[in-house]
């Protein structure tokens, strides 16, 4: 008896002190290595590839945001602030998804077939949309200028990047808008178009966040 005793209680002994060095080592040790490994290394995507403007954090790189007017009254969804570049549709979920406007609740693609009617309606209405607000009066745009990624969400709906055609497609109206030449609109469009990864991964893109940072440098300073 005394021995089954004194077996059980050696047993729970090792197996507390398992318990207790596997804490350390798991829960304390490891996560504080990977932590300031990641922070010598890679802080910036550790701390979620943050973007700042003026000193604040205003996002981040990875998560696309919208750029809209306030709501009038009895409007459910908000019109775009044209001053502004544009990012991809967000109605990844459908327009009555609490998703519809980057709400950081739900995300995901619509899991509609390229033949769904809601689907087409949804795209020829964005074309439509597309082409009436980026045409100027020296500009004028045709839905075959439209590029895929101007009418269709992203697999996740958060997409912070477009393509170049389409935010090349937008210069007109933001140099419109913002009382700017056409050039120097361009300019930024170039200068914030980032290439395939390792040059041969992904298409080139453009982050949108970091484009109307820079185009609201650039008005400032008109």
Not at 35 to 50: H, M
Not at 62 to 85: A, C, H, M, R, V
Not at 206 to 219: F, G, H, P, S, Y
Request: glycine share 8%; proline share 5%; aromatic share 4%.
């Amino acid at each position: 008896m005394n021995n089954s005793v004194t077996n059980t209680a050696r047993l729970l002994w090792a197996g507390l002190r398992a318990l207790l060095v596997l804490t350390v080592v798991t829960g304390v040790l490891y996560p504080l290595a990977i932590t300031g490994v990641a922070q010598g290394l890679f802080s910036d995507k550790a701390n979620g590839s943050e973007i700042k403007a003026d000193g604040k954090v205003v996002g981040s790189s990875l998560i696309g945001q919208s750029y809209n007017l306030p709501l009038k009254k009895g409007q459910e969804t908000p019109e775009p602030d044209l001053k502004w570049f544009q990012g991809r549709p967000a109605n990844g979920l459908g327009t009555n998804s609490v998703n519809t406007q980057y709400t950081l609740i739900l995300s995901g693609a619509t899991n509609r077939s390229g033949d769904n009617a809601d689907l087409i309606k949804w795209v020829k209405d964005a074309k439509a949309a597309v082409v009436k607000d980026n045409s100027t009066a020296d500009y004028k745009v045709t839905p075959s200028d439209v590029p895929a990624d101007a009418v269709t969400s992203s697999g996740s709906g958060l997409d912070p990047d477009i393509s170049p055609a389409y935010a090349d497609l937008q210069v007109h109206r933001i140099a419109e808008k913002n009382h700017l030449s056409v050039a120097p609109v361009q300019k930024l469009v170039d200068e914030h178009t980032d290439g395939r990864t390792l040059g041969f991964i992904g298409e080139p893109r453009v982050n949108v966040l970091e484009l109307n940072i820079a185009l609201k440098e650039l008005v400032a300073k008109s």
